[in-house]
């Protein structure tokens, strides 16, 4: 009799792990045609209102993206596979804020999938009137990651960013990890990853290609608030510019570095 309930209890074990499987809400089925807003939009609102894990799923092939809200909070933890090339609107003026793809107020979040965000840059970069201009308007970035608690953004690629690529605002225990970003040496000071106000952010193993300025490495805090527990580690940056070589520039932190990293943390007195 013993040996008959301890089948029961595995049987019903395996019952309850087979049932938590993700489900999975692919943006082709929502009516993605010539732009894939509407229809990554709706999946979106499907898989936030989940109450068990689920998976937004961008197959491969290019699609079309307007400006784009995903927001949060979501019942349960979320994934956006991005197996495709999302392209944005070549034409700056088609965007009425900052940022092109932004993602707000959610907790374990996934972005993965070995995908393309391309912000088409090109028209954008000939445009900009911002060296000459100085209230000039900025060109949206390609990501904006907004109040995100345990989330991990992994394997995928920001390609030619109007402006900035990744913006980062008040994130709690996020890790990048395996993250691209590119863009050709024309390009504006397309600057890779922007940050501000987290708390357990890691950067992993992430590979920056653009155009740049001499100060690779720029830690700025707010000489109220200085930064804590900034660590630095396995960084190898650097440029290639009449001014000569990479810097980096610290305001109102010391952080620690371990392993190589070039330039040397704080190598150069930071901008008045």
Request: charged content about 15%.
């Amino acid at each position: 009799m013993a040996a008959k309930v301890s089948i029961l209890v595995i049987s019903l074990v395996v019952l309850l792990v087979s049932t938590t499987k993700a489900s999975d809400f692919d943006v082709t089925k929502y009516g993605a045609k010539s732009d894939l807003s509407t229809a990554l939009l709706a999946a979106w609102k499907e898989a936030c209102a989940c109450t068990t894990s689920s998976n937004v799923l961008i197959p491969k092939g290019n699609y079309k993206l307007s400006e784009v809200l995903l927001e949060g909070p979501c019942q349960a933890p979320i994934t956006i596979k991005l197996c495709g090339t999302l392209l944005a609107n070549p034409d700056p003026k088609a965007f009425k804020n900052n940022a092109w793809i932004t993602i707000n107020h959610v907790n374990k979040l996934t972005l993965e999938g070995g995908g393309i965000i391309d912000g088409q840059g090109l028209n954008a970069w000939k445009a900009n009137q911002c060296s000459k201009n100085a209230n000039c308007q900025p060109h949206p970035l390609n990501l904006g990651l907004n109040y995100l608690n345990d989330s991990i953004i992994q394997d995928v690629t920001s390609k030619d960013s109007k402006g900035f690529h990744i913006n980062i605002i008040s994130c709690q225990n996020t890790t990048l990890q395996r993250v691209t970003v590119v863009a050709p040496e024309s390009s504006l000071n397309t600057d890779g990853i922007h940050l501000g106000r987290c708390d357990g952010l890691n950067i992993i193993d992430t590979n920056i290609k653009t155009a740049s300025t001499q100060n690779v490495i720029k830690l700025a805090c707010s000489p109220g608030h200085p930064c804590q527990g900034v660590e630095v580690a396995d960084i190898n940056l650097s440029y290639e510019g009449p001014e000569g070589s990479a810097i980096s520039t610290c305001s109102n932190v010391k952080p620690s570095a371990s392993g190589k990293v070039v330039p040397a943390l704080c190598s150069a007195p930071a901008p008045a």
